[in-house]
C-alpha cells in the first residue's frame, strides 16, 4: 500500500492516452490517489546541453501544461536521471518556470568538477538557484538493504552537517522502463513498516523533497550546499556535442524557423490579417522537442531511429516554413507595393535589432541584370548570383529596421547594377570595407586583417585538422571523446583540389574552395557582403573516412587563458583544455579576448555545439566524428555521419571586451532575413513596418508567440553576456498597455 511510482515525459502519456485508453483511465485513478506520480515537469526527458533555452522553456510549458490539463497537477521538478551533462542556463531556466528542484544521477559517471554535493542548492548563471539532489544512487537499482545500507546512513551522515536530516535514494528501473522489483517493492514496505523515533523511511514522489526543502525557513536553506557553475561531464557524453550531425543541424535549423514563423504569426494576428496557428505550431514544436530526447539530439540512438527524426525534422520545416509564409503574405497585404515599377520583393528582418545584410530571392524568369530600390526609390547593391531552369537567384544589401517588414522593387535592367561597393574579389582574396581576407597556397583562409581595429586576426591559417586513428570511447563510442585522441595536434590537413570565384558584385563577393582528404571531400564558400562585419564560411563535405575525427582550428592573433563560451541564456568563461574537462559545449558563438582587452574575434557557428580550447590562442571546433566500433551492432556508429553533410561558421572581431556584437552577429548568422516576392498594391502600413523594437541591443529577445490559453503576447527577453542592463524599453505594435512577468 505505501508504494508510489513516479513517471516522467508527458509525451509518453499522450501516447498512453492515445493507444491505450483504457490503461489511461487506470492510471487516471493511480493518479488521483498518488500511488503514481507525474513527475519531470517536461513533455521528453531531453538533453539540455544542445537544444535552445526557448526549447527548453518550451519543454516545460507543454509538459507541465499536459499533466495540469489531464490530471490536475504540476510538477515541481526537472527530472534527468540519465542525461549527458547539465548547463549552467538550466537552473535560471527552472527558475523562471516556476520550478523547484533539479534530480539526477548522471555525474556519478564522470562530472567535470567532481560531485559538489548530495543535496543542496544549484545557482545559475542569473544568480537564481533552485534545489538539487546529485547522488541519489543508480537509476536501475533494486533494493537489497535500506536500514543497514552504509552508502545511505554515510550520506544521512554528511547531509547533517548541512542541518539535513534527510536523504534521497533512486530505486527502481530506470534507462530502459519499467518497474521496480518485486523483492525490492517488498523490502521497501517493509522498512516503512518498521518506522521508528530514529529513522523513518517514506516512498516519495519524484519532486516531493523539493518541496519540502521550499518549506525551511530562509536560515536553513542557507546552509545547505550551494554549487556556483556548470555541471557539464568530463568524458562520458561529450561526443553527444557532435554525434549525428544531421540531426544537430536540422534541430537548429527547426528552433530558429519556428521562433520567425511564430513573430510573423503575432504579427499578422496583431494587424487583423491571420489567425495566429497556435495547434500548427505547437504540434512542430513537439516534434523537435520529441526529438531532443537524450538518446536522439546526443546522437546516441540505433541507427533505425534516425529514419524517424530526420523524417519529422523534415515534416516540421516543412511545416513551419508554410506557417511562415502564410504569416508574411498575410503582413505583406497591408504593405503598400504600388510604387514598383518591376517586382515587389517583401524582406523580413525576424531579429530585434537594426541590420543590413545581404538578402537573397529567387524570381521567376531568367534575367541577366537586375537593378533593386529601397522604398524611398534610392538604388542599392545588387546583383544576379545565378540562373537555371527558368528562375534566377539574386542578391542584394537591405537596411532593415528592428523586427521589420520592407518593400523592394526589383526591376529588369540592360546592365548590371551601377551601385559601386569596397567589395573586391581576386582568386586569392575578398575585400569589404571591414576586412581583407587572404588565401593561402593551400585554399585555407591565411590572413584575415581587420581595417578598422587595425591588426591581422590570424596567428596561423584556419585550417580542417584530421585526426587519424580515432577510436572514440570502446563501449561508448558516439558519446565519448577521449581526452589523448582529442587533446593532441592533427595528424594533417584537407589538402586543395581547386578553387574558383562563384559570386562577384556589388552585394556579395564569394570564393569556392574544394580541397580533399583520402575520400572526404570539402567544398567550403568563403564570402564577404557589402558592409558586413562577418566573414562567412558555408561548408558542404562528403564525409568517407572512418576511424577519424575532424575539427576546424582556429589559431588567432589575440591571446588569453579564458575565452567566453554561448549558453544561450548568458555566457560561461572556460579555461584551456585539461584532462578535467576539455571537450565542451557552445550555443551559437565562442569568443576570444586578448588578456589585454584591446580587441578580441568570435567564431560563430549555425550547427556545430562541441568545442576545445587547445591554447591561449586557440579554439577548435569539432565537425565530425566517426568512431571505431559499434555500441551494439543495430547502432552502426563505426560509419555515423558518412555521406553528404553541410554546416556554416564565421568570424566576428570586436574592439575592446564588449560582445554585446557578437551576440547580435550570431542572431543574424543563425536567423537570415527572408525575401518573398509579393504583388502590386496599395497599404495601410506603407512600404516598411516595424513591429517590435528594443533600446538596448544588448539584451536579446528570444520569443514573440501568443499565450497558450489567453489572447496576450508572451515576450521572452534576457542579455546574453552577463552584463547588467538598466533602462531597457520595449516596444510592440503601436505600444503595449498592460503587461505583468
Given at each position: 500500500?505505501?508504494?508510489?511510482f513516479?513517471?516522467?515525459?508527458s509525451?509518453?502519456?499522450?501516447?498512453?492516452?492515445?493507444?491505450y485508453?483504457e490503461?489511461?483511465?487506470?492510471?487516471?485513478?493511480?493518479i488521483?490517489?498518488?500511488?503514481?506520480?507525474?513527475?519531470?515537469?517536461?513533455?521528453?526527458?531531453?538533453d539540455?546541453?544542445?537544444?535552445?533555452?526557448?526549447?527548453?522553456?518550451?519543454?516545460?510549458?507543454?509538459?507541465?501544461?499536459?499533466?495540469?490539463?489531464k490530471?490536475?497537477?504540476?510538477?515541481?521538478?526537472?527530472?534527468?536521471?540519465?542525461c549527458f551533462?547539465?548547463?549552467?542556463?538550466?537552473?535560471s531556466v527552472?527558475?523562471h518556470?516556476?520550478?523547484?528542484g533539479?534530480?539526477?544521477?548522471k555525474?556519478?559517471?564522470?562530472?567535470?568538477?567532481?560531485?559538489p554535493?548530495?543535496i543542496?542548492?544549484?545557482?545559475?548563471v542569473?544568480?537564481?538557484e533552485?534545489?538539487?539532489?546529485?547522488?541519489?544512487?543508480?537509476y536501475?537499482?533494486?533494493?537489497?538493504?535500506?536500514?543497514?545500507?552504509?552508502?545511505?546512513?554515510?550520506?544521512?551522515?554528511?547531509?547533517?552537517?548541512?542541518g539535513?536530516?534527510?536523504?534521497?535514494?533512486?530505486?527502481?528501473?530506470?534507462?530502459?522502463?519499467?518497474?521496480?522489483?518485486?523483492?525490492?517493492?517488498?523490502?521497501l514496505e517493509?522498512?516503512?513498516?518498521?518506522?521508528?523515533d530514529?529513522?523513518?523511511?517514506?516512498?516519495?514522489?519524484?519532486?516531493?523533497i523539493?518541496?519540502?526543502l521550499d518549506?525551511?525557513n530562509?536560515?536553513?536553506k542557507?546552509?545547505?550546499?550551494?554549487w556556483?557553475?556548470?555541471l557539464?561531464?568530463?568524458?562520458?557524453?561529450?561526443?553527444?556535442?557532435t554525434?549525428?550531425?544531421?540531426?544537430?543541424?536540422?534541430?537548429?535549423?527547426?528552433?530558429?524557423?519556428?521562433?520567425?514563423?511564430?513573430r510573423?504569426?503575432?504579427?499578422a494576428?496583431?494587424l487583423?490579417?491571420a489567425?495566429?496557428?497556435?495547434?500548427e505550431?505547437n504540434?512542430?514544436?513537439?516534434?523537435?522537442?520529441n526529438?531532443?530526447?537524450?538518446?536522439?539530439?546526443p546522437?546516441?540512438?540505433?541507427?533505425?531511429?534516425?529514419?524517424?527524426?530526420?523524417?519529422?525534422?523534415?515534416?516540421?520545416?516543412?511545416q513551419?516554413?508554410?506557417?511562415?509564409?502564410?504569416s508574411?503574405?498575410?503582413?505583406?497585404?497591408?504593405?503598400?507595393?504600388?510604387?514598383?515599377?518591376?517586382?515587389?520583393?517583401?524582406?523580413?528582418?525576424?531579429?530585434?535589432?537594426r541590420?543590413?545584410?545581404?538578402?537573397?530571392?529567387?524570381?521567376?524568369?531568367e534575367?541577366?541584370?537586375?537593378?533593386?530600390?529601397?522604398?524611398?526609390?534610392?538604388?542599392?547593391?545588387?546583383?544576379?548570383?545565378?540562373?537555371?531552369?527558368?528562375?534566377?537567384?539574386?542578391?542584394?544589401?537591405?537596411?532593415?529596421?528592428?523586427?521589420?517588414?520592407?518593400?523592394?522593387d526589383?526591376?529588369?535592367?540592360?546592365?548590371?547594377?551601377?551601385?559601386?561597393?569596397?567589395?573586391?574579389?581576386?582568386?586569392?582574396?575578398?575585400?569589404?570595407e571591414?576586412?581583407?581576407?587572404?588565401l593561402?597556397?593551400?585554399?585555407d583562409?591565411?590572413?584575415i586583417y581587420?581595417?578598422e581595429?587595425?591588426?591581422e586576426?590570424?596567428k596561423?591559417?584556419?585550417v580542417?585538422?584530421?585526426?587519424?586513428?580515432?577510436?572514440?570511447g570502446?563501449?561508448?563510442?558516439?558519446?565519448?571523446?577521449k581526452?589523448?585522441?582529442?587533446?593532441?595536434?592533427?595528424?594533417r590537413?584537407?589538402?586543395?583540389?581547386k578553387s574558383?570565384?562563384i559570386?562577384?558584385?556589388?552585394?556579395?563577393?564569394?570564393?569556392?574552395?574544394?580541397?580533399?582528404?583520402?575520400?572526404?571531400?570539402f567544398?567550403n564558400?568563403i564570402?564577404?557582403?557589402?558592409?558586413?562585419?562577418?566573414?562567412e564560411?558555408?561548408?558542404?563535405?562528403?564525409w568517407?573516412?572512418?576511424?577519424?575525427?575532424?575539427?576546424?582550428?582556429?589559431?588567432?592573433?589575440?591571446?588569453?587563458?579564458?575565452?567566453?563560451?554561448d549558453?544561450?541564456?548568458?555566457?560561461?568563461k572556460r579555461?584551456?583544455?585539461?584532462?578535467?574537462?576539455?571537450?565542451?559545449?557552445?550555443q551559437?558563438?565562442?569568443?576570444?579576448?586578448?588578456?589585454?582587452?584591446?580587441?578580441?574575434?568570435?567564431?560563430?557557428s549555425?550547427?556545430?555545439y562541441?568545442?576545445?580550447?587547445?591554447?591561449?590562442?586557440?579554439?577548435?571546433?569539432?565537425?565530425?566524428?566517426?568512431?571505431l566500433?559499434?555500441?551494439?551492432?543495430?547502432?552502426?556508429?563505426?560509419m555515423?555521419?558518412?555521406?553528404?553533410?553541410?554546416?556554416?561558421y564565421?568570424?566576428?572581431?570586436?574592439?575592446?571586451s564588449?560582445?554585446?556584437r557578437?551576440?547580435?552577429?550570431?542572431?543574424?548568422?543563425?536567423a537570415?532575413?527572408?525575401?518573398?516576392?509579393?504583388?502590386?498594391?496599395t497599404?495601410?502600413?506603407?512600404?516598411?513596418?516595424?513591429?517590435?523594437?528594443?533600446?538596448?541591443?544588448g539584451?536579446?529577445?528570444?520569443?514573440?508567440?501568443?499565450?497558450?490559453?489567453t489572447?496576450?503576447?508572451?515576450?521572452r527577453?534576457?542579455?546574453?553576456?552577463?552584463?547588467?542592463?538598466?533602462?531597457v524599453?520595449?516596444?510592440?505594435?503601436?505600444?503595449?498597455?498592460s503587461?505583468?512577468?
Open positions: 500500500p505505501n508504494y508510489t513516479s513517471f516522467e515525459g509525451y509518453r502519456y499522450e501516447l498512453m492516452e492515445e493507444y485508453p490503461l489511461f483511465e487506470r492510471m487516471k485513478k493511480y488521483d490517489e498518488g500511488r503514481w506520480n507525474v513527475c519531470g515537469s517536461a513533455f521528453e526527458n531531453g539540455v546541453n544542445v537544444p535552445s533555452p526557448e526549447a527548453l522553456f518550451r519543454n516545460i510549458l507543454y509538459g507541465n501544461s499536459y499533466f495540469e490539463e490530471f490536475g497537477k504540476r510538477s515541481v521538478d526537472i527530472f534527468l536521471p540519465d551533462g547539465f548547463g549552467w542556463a538550466l537552473p527552472m527558475h518556470a516556476n520550478l523547484k533539479f534530480t539526477t544521477q555525474l556519478t559517471w564522470g562530472s567535470a568538477y567532481g560531485m554535493f548530495n543542496g542548492r544549484w545557482r545559475g542569473d544568480g537564481n533552485v534545489f538539487a539532489v546529485l547522488n541519489p544512487g543508480s536501475s537499482r533494486a533494493f537489497k538493504k535500506i536500514r543497514d545500507y552504509d552508502f545511505i546512513l554515510n550520506k544521512l551522515e554528511e547531509n547533517e552537517k548541512f539535513l536530516n534527510l536523504e534521497y535514494q533512486f530505486h527502481g528501473t530506470g534507462d530502459r522502463g519499467g518497474a521496480t522489483t518485486k523483492k525490492s517493492a517488498e523490502l517493509n522498512a516503512i513498516k518498521a518506522n521508528d530514529k529513522l523513518e523511511i517514506h516512498a516519495a514522489a519524484a519532486d516531493e523539493y518541496r519540502d518549506n525551511f530562509d536560515e536553513a542557507a546552509k545547505l550546499p550551494l556556483n557553475n556548470e557539464v561531464m568530463q568524458n562520458h557524453a561529450v561526443g553527444g556535442y554525434s549525428r550531425v544531421m540531426s544537430k543541424r536540422w534541430n537548429r535549423h527547426t528552433e530558429e524557423l519556428a521562433d520567425m514563423a511564430e510573423a504569426a503575432v504579427t494576428e496583431w487583423g490579417t489567425k495566429y496557428p497556435q495547434k505550431l504540434t512542430s514544436w513537439k516534434r523537435i522537442i526529438h531532443q530526447f537524450h538518446d536522439d539530439l546522437g546516441t540512438s540505433i541507427q533505425r531511429a534516425y529514419l524517424r527524426s530526420w523524417n519529422d525534422y523534415g515534416l516540421s520545416l516543412n513551419l516554413a508554410h506557417e511562415y509564409e502564410k508574411i503574405s498575410a503582413v505583406a497585404s497591408m504593405l503598400d507595393t504600388s510604387f514598383c515599377k518591376g517586382i515587389p520583393v517583401v524582406v523580413n528582418n525576424p531579429v530585434e535589432f541590420r543590413k545584410s545581404c538578402v537573397t530571392a529567387t524570381l521567376d524568369g534575367f541577366r541584370h537586375i537593378s533593386v530600390c529601397d522604398c524611398n526609390g534610392n538604388e542599392i547593391p545588387s546583383q544576379i548570383s545565378s540562373i537555371s531552369k527558368g528562375k534566377t537567384a539574386i542578391a542584394f544589401v537591405a537596411d532593415m529596421p528592428p523586427h521589420s517588414y520592407c518593400v523592394f526589383v526591376t529588369v535592367s540592360r546592365t548590371p547594377s551601377a551601385i559601386r561597393t569596397e567589395l573586391k574579389v581576386s582568386e586569392k582574396s575578398l575585400e569589404n571591414r576586412y581583407t581576407v587572404t593561402n597556397e593551400n585554399g583562409i591565411g590572413s581587420d581595417k581595429i587595425g591588426k586576426l590570424l596561423e591559417p584556419i580542417l585538422g584530421i585526426f587519424d586513428n580515432y577510436a572514440g570502446w563501449f561508448y563510442p558516439a558519446w565519448e571523446i581526452y589523448k585522441q582529442s587533446i593532441r595536434n592533427h595528424n590537413i584537407a589538402k586543395l583540389v574558383r570565384i559570386e562577384e558584385g556589388p552585394a556579395k563577393c564569394t570564393i569556392q574552395v574544394i580541397q580533399q582528404c583520402d575520400d572526404s571531400v567544398t564558400n564570402s564577404l557582403s557589402a558592409g558586413s562585419d562577418m566573414v564560411v558555408q561548408c558542404e563535405f562528403d568517407n573516412s572512418q576511424r577519424t575525427l575532424c575539427k576546424n582550428i582556429f589559431s588567432f592573433a589575440c591571446s588569453n587563458e579564458e575565452a567566453t563560451f549558453l544561450g541564456l548568458g555566457a560561461i579555461g584551456n583544455a585539461k584532462p578535467e574537462i576539455y571537450e565542451v559545449p557552445a551559437k558563438w565562442v569568443d576570444l579576448t586578448d588578456k589585454n582587452e584591446e580587441f578580441g574575434v568570435s567564431v560563430l549555425d550547427c556545430k562541441g568545442w576545445d580550447k587547445f591554447a591561449d590562442n586557440t579554439l577548435r571546433m569539432t565537425v565530425i566524428l566517426t568512431p566500433n559499434n555500441s551494439r551492432p543495430a547502432s552502426v556508429q563505426s555515423m555521419d558518412l555521406g553528404l553533410n553541410r554546416y556554416g564565421a568570424i566576428c572581431a570586436h574592439k575592446g564588449d560582445i554585446s557578437v551576440q547580435a552577429a550570431a542572431r543574424e548568422f543563425s537570415p532575413m527572408a525575401a518573398f516576392v509579393a504583388d502590386k498594391h497599404g495601410i502600413l506603407g512600404a516598411c513596418y516595424s513591429f517590435a523594437n528594443i533600446s538596448d541591443n539584451i536579446i529577445i528570444r520569443a514573440i508567440k501568443k499565450a497558450e490559453n489572447d496576450e503576447i508572451v515576450v527577453v534576457n542579455e546574453g553576456c552577463n552584463k547588467a542592463h538598466e533602462n524599453r520595449l516596444t510592440l505594435g503601436n505600444g503595449i498597455v503587461a505583468r512577468e
